[in-house]
């Protein structure tokens, strides 16, 4: 963490740097509401991806000083559905694709830190392309510890957090259709990896764009598995509330030999939730809870696991609701990786 505080400081960056009464350090960069940083007691390599500009002081002010949507890594926040929130032109998506300015990097400010935690707050006012309308959006995020879920597991060194989201919409002049609008949590993780998505069924996923390169996808009785490494260009997937449950995770190795990284994301499903985020190529079909995608062509590569939680909608009475996640991340020798990926994903690993 000192490394990458370091150079944030001096690219002018403002950042948090936390350190939670269990050891575990996070790095927050206010600019987009980004867990930018999560780090071990005693340990300096990062468990999240981040933008290969920030490796270096120089590259990292440029980086943020050019134009365009800036991406420097970790966990950030967004809003759905995508088609509403980023794409101009359904029929152009790649042309007209872009992040609403207002919501990343936004606006965001702390307004709480202690030895127990931080609390970033922003308001975005939104425009919704398809429909022509606008929106006010209040979004809160709240860092609080997260109990080991395997304390008794020797040879892993641990480092985790609890994120509490809150999103309030304000009423909208045309109240006979309300807006509907939910939040999506985006972790970005260090290629090449692997994602393990725990199911209550063999149901292949629906792939979203692009194409998972030949043999990276596999479907097994309660597990998809996807190695996230291999050739081709960018690819992602979604999967249905009815089959998740309720966690992901993802494999790679770490830095120092003979070690590994699991990341796992603990995130509530509704089966009967209003998840609103639908599909580039057909706007009826939504309900998309959880996604992956691999992200393997320019210089910024990365892994990307991402949640839905149901929306909230500008009717008075229900435009405000609160989501809750852990993170769980562990680092150690390969069996000991494998047993915790055993007992918290189901999956067998063969490391």
Not at 36 to 41: D, E, I, K, N, Y
Not at 73 to 91: N, V
Not at 239 to 252: F, N, S, T
Request: glycine letters at 8%; aromatic letters at 8%; hydrophobic letters at 45%.
């Amino acid at each position: 963490m000192k490394h990458l505080s370091g150079v944030l400081s001096q690219a002018g960056r403002p950042h948090l740097p936390l350190t939670l009464p269990d050891g575990s350090r996070l790095l927050l960069l206010p600019a987009g509401g980004r867990m930018l940083g999560l780090f071990p007691a005693g340990d300096d390599e990062n468990f999240l991806w981040t933008n290969p500009a920030l490796a270096a002081a120089d590259s990292a002010k440029a980086y943020f000083a050019r134009d365009g949507w800036p991406n420097p890594g970790g966990d950030r926040t967004w809003l759905a559905p995508e088609i509403e929130l980023f794409i101009g032109d359904l029929q152009r998506v790649p042309e007209t694709y872009a992040v609403p300015p207002s919501l990343d990097p936004g606006a965001w400010q702390v307004t709480a830190a202690d030895a127990a935690g931080a609390t970033l707050v922003t308001t975005a006012r939104l425009s919704l392309l398809q429909s022509r309308r606008t929106v006010e959006a209040r979004l809160e995020k709240a860092y609080r510890p997260a109990v080991n879920p395997l304390p008794a597991l020797a040879g892993l060194r641990y480092a985790g957090y609890t994120q509490r989201t809150t999103l309030e919409l304000e009423p909208v002049a045309d109240s006979t259709t309300p807006v509907r609008l939910g939040v999506w949590n985006l972790l970005q993780l260090p290629p090449p990896g692997e994602m393990l998505i725990p199911t209550w069924s063999a149901t292949p996923p629906q792939v979203v764009f692009g194409t998972p390169a030949a043999g990276e996808l596999e479907t097994e009785p309660r597990l998809v598995r996807w190695r996230m490494g291999g050739p081709g260009g960018d690819a992602k997937i979604a999967l249905k509330a009815a089959l998740l449950a309720g966690r992901a995770g993802h494999l790679c190795r770490a830095a120092a030999a003979d070690s590994w990284n699991l990341v796992v994301r603990q995130f509530a499903v509704e089966p009967a939730g209003d998840y609103v985020d639908a599909l580039w190529t057909d706007p009826a079909n939504a309900g998309w809870v959880f996604q992956a995608c691999c992200v393997r062509s320019g210089a910024e590569r990365f892994n990307e696991l991402e949640y839905h939680a149901p929306a909230v909608s500008s009717e008075s009475g229900r435009n405000r609701a609160t989501d809750e996640s852990q993170v769980w991340a562990f680092r150690g020798p390969a069996a000991a990786i494998a047993e915790a990926a055993r007992l918290l994903l189901g999956a067998k690993l063969a490391l």
